[in-house]
């Protein structure tokens, strides 16, 4: 039985373009009418919102890979909820969506733009591990990165949502060594002790070439860049001959407002080759493919999630304004065949819930 369609539901919009860091007063929360759905279509309530680095590239007035946010009018992003009417076949009320109209309560979309997922796992995964993130690790390790067994792989912004999957994959498939950078000492113990990283360092402990050389002293064959800047540089530096850089993200520089640094000079000496890979770019599997594809990623058995939730569309928090919860999926790492799942949004948000995930087989899925 479908529930009673609410008049109006909260939404942000973007009312400025940020000017370097995004502050509070660049958005606004706003009461909007909810759409009841027409023909094909459904009405969603949205149980969780992503929050992804790439959004502050929206936020800015320039070409890009993906069109920019408008201002005045509400974000878009992943979101993951429930169906609360439905004029489409095939969809009913109370199913589980994915779909890419977040940064609202109510989502009215066509029933073609949105995938039904599996409720019996954790619907917040289907924004992490089973959702974009885990498809950006899979396919940039594994086809942009060319990744093979033996390679020896640094992963910057390793602690972060696709980070800590991309290491994981890599040693599953039977990497040589797995390093890391991440910014905090908690967040490097996690990458060691929970994501099962051989090695990590705090970025802020010194310079970057200096400590990568420290933990890879016989150089890396593949650097996953979810930074750029500094951590570019040095990882072109410590590539062996035959190295691959897949250039996911450059999220030091999201905010500059001065143009950055060129990456260091010679690579092409290394026969070094770089890619790009990440949200938006060259489609690797239609959109229904993900949640299916992200199903292979994990291990066998189960495992406990733990999830920092947010706590509603509303003001308030660190970084963004309130309608980014900040999110942490990890489920206990064991032996390989075991996935840690992080999730991680902007900061600010507090919360913890538990449940039991089913487990997907990794196997040799290629």
Known sequence: MA??????GREWHLVARPDGWPVPEDFA?????????????????NEYLSVDPYMRGRMNDVKSYIPPFRLGAVMDGGAVGRVVASEAEGFAVGDAVLHGLGWREYATLDAAAGVKVDPALPLQSYLGVLGMPG???YAGLLEVGSFKEGDAVFVSGAAGAVGSIVGQIAKLRGASLVVGSAGSPEKVRRLVEEFGYDAAFDYHDGPI?????????????????????????????AL???????LCGAIAQYNDTAPGRAAQPGAGHRQAAAAGGGAGGRPLRAPAAVPR??????????????????RG????????PGAAPRREHRQDAGARERLTVRH???????????????????????
């Open 3 to 8: 529930e009673q369609i609410p008049a109006t």
């Open 29 to 45: 929360l706003v009461e909007a009418p909810v759409q009841a759905p027409g023909p094909g279509q459904i009405l969603v309530r």
């Open 135 to 137: 498809l950006t690790a």
């Open 209 to 237: 070439a200096e400590q990568l050389a420290k933990v890879a002293p016989e150089g890396i064959d593949v650097y996953f860049d979810n930074v750029g800047g500094e951590h570019l540089e040095a990882a072109i530096g």
């Open 240 to 246: 062996r001959v035959h190295g691959r850089a897949v």
């Open 293 to 310: 594809r992200g199903r292979r990623l994990a291990g066998r058995g189960q495992a406990a999630l733990r999830g920092d939730r947010g």
């Open 313 to 320: 569309l509303r003001p308030g928090g660190g970084g963004l």
């Open 344 to 366: 991680a949004g902007w900061p600010g948000w507090r919360g913890e819930s538990r449940a039991a995930t089913r487990a997907m087989g990794f196997g040799d899925d290629k």
